[in-house]
């Protein structure tokens, strides 16, 4: 049998995936056009930009990836297996296609119109798949009841996401696939049944940071300029380049100053020093429980920050290579005391892995934020109990057996 000729359509976003996989931000419409053999004009038939290009890319890729689900789920009917299946294929996919994963994750995920553009869409509705197989198990008395499934879904995706970005960013791990044990471990745990204070700082180098901590959130990275920044700060252009060397410079250490002693954001150290103590609460699992809510209520505290953070953090390829990286691990290594004195205490089950704890946390906390930022309502939102539903949520997966009965 012939195979049909390749659409012309079809041959752009394959040499788009190519190109902007290799290009990222630097590619151009030429060269897309120039691979796929076509006019530059031509492009613009179809897309009505390069952005929007590239998010159409992502439609078309996910929509694939969706059909490939179905298969992969068809015929399996204890929920179980199936949310096996589902979170071994998550992982798969982006160990097996790195192009897809390189788009997805980091050039789609870090721009603010990737999420009120179609292809979100397409997200949307592998979540939804998630939402229909946690029901099941709930329907079928194998999840337990009250799981939140809204908060289980957002914990889950995000999970999920951090474990793909430590992989191909941060080189952690060779596949994330190889943690699919462990990822089921927590996410079945938490389904079973039973059982910032703001500081004004005069400084030029601060009001820049504070600056740029809203510029970035605003416009989105690839938007924002130095100029943007150093006249929301009240400075000459030229001022910023006697503090940081480029706007990579800017962004990474606007993200750093949030977890560590910064002139601008003196609020955060202490933050910190008062999670990492022991008087209030004592206990491993009041401690771990505390951070996380702490964690959690930087949206609250910060939420321009929070964005930056999620957006230009988290799913930023280069931010894993920045000094604002091991500031946020330093921050996060808080989490390994807390789960050795709560599995000495028995009230956290031992041999949970900090590393998994973490990309938990930080995956859950960037799933959460995107649907408040991005939501058309935001009115709807009780963010405080959505805190408090994901923290008990995230705390079923570490507790004991003995604590869980309690």
Same mark, same amino acid.
Request: with cysteine; hydrophobic share 40%.
């Given at each position: ?163 793909? @970005?430590? *992989?191909? $960013?941060?080189?952690?791990?060779? =596949?994330?696939? #190889? ?5 089921? /471990? +927590? !996410? ?40 943007? @920044?150093? *006249?929301? $700060?009240?400075?000459?252009?030229? =001022?910023?380049? #006697? ?5 990579? /410079? +800017? !962004? ?155």
């Amino acid at each position: 049998m012939i195979a049909e000729p390749m659409t012309k359509r079809a041959r752009i976003l394959m040499a788009a995936e190519e190109i902007l996989s290799e290009r990222g931000g630097d590619a151009t419409i030429s060269e897309i056009s120039s691979t796929a053999g076509v006019f530059d004009s031509e492009i613009y038939q179809y897309f009505r930009s390069k952005e929007d290009l590239l998010f159409s890319l992502a439609e078309e890729r996910i929509r694939e990836a969706i059909q490939d689900l179905g298969q992969q789920l068809q015929g399996i009917r204890e929920p179980v297996s199936k949310l096996g299946k589902f979170v071994w294929w998550q992982l798969h996919r982006h160990d097996t296609n790195r192009r897809f994963s390189d788009i997805v994750l980091f050039q789609c995920r870090s721009r603010p119109a990737f999420y009120l553009h179609s292809a979100f869409g397409r997200i949307q509705e592998v979540r939804r798949i998630l939402v229909e197989i946690v029901q099941e198990g709930v329907a079928q008395g194998v999840f337990r009841r009250d799981v939140k499934i809204q908060a289980f879904r957002d914990m889950g995706f995000g999970l999920m996401d951090l474990e793909c @970005i430590m *992989s191909l $960013a941060a080189r952690e791990t060779d =596949t994330a696939r #190889q943690d699919l044990e462990p990822v089921m /471990d +927590l !996410l079945l745990h938490a389904l079973s049944p039973g059982g910032g204070r703001k500081v004004r700082v005069p400084d030029k180098s601060a009001r820049l940071l504070q600056a740029a901590e809203r510029i970035f959130a605003e416009k989105g990275y690839e938007h924002a300029t130095i100029r943007d @920044i150093a *006249s929301r $700060a009240g400075v000459a252009d030229g =001022t910023v380049y #006697q503090y940081f060397r480029n706007k990579d /410079d +800017l !962004l990474y250490r606007t993200i750093a100053a949030g977890f560590g002693p910064s002139a601008a954001k003196e609020g955060f150290q202490p933050h910190l020093e008062d999670q990492m103590g022991v008087e209030k609460p004592r206990s491993g699992l009041g401690r771990l429980r505390r951070f996380m809510r702490n964690f959690f209520s930087i949206y609250l505290n910060q939420p321009w920050f929070a964005r930056v953070l999620v957006l230009h953090g988290i799913y930023n390829r280069a931010f894993y290579h920045s000094g604002a990286y091991s500031v946020l691990m330093d921050y996060m290594g808080a989490l390994g005391p807390m789960l050795e004195q709560g599995a000495a205490e028995g009230s956290i089950r031992p041999g949970v892995e900090p590393r998994l704890v973490r990309n938990l946390i930080l995956g859950s906390f960037s799933h959460l934020v995107l649907r408040w930022v991005f939501s058309e309502d935001e009115s709807r939102f009780d963010r405080l109990k959505e805190i408090q539903d994901m923290v008990d949520l995230m705390i079923s997966c570490l507790v004991s057996e003995d604590e869980k009965a309690e």
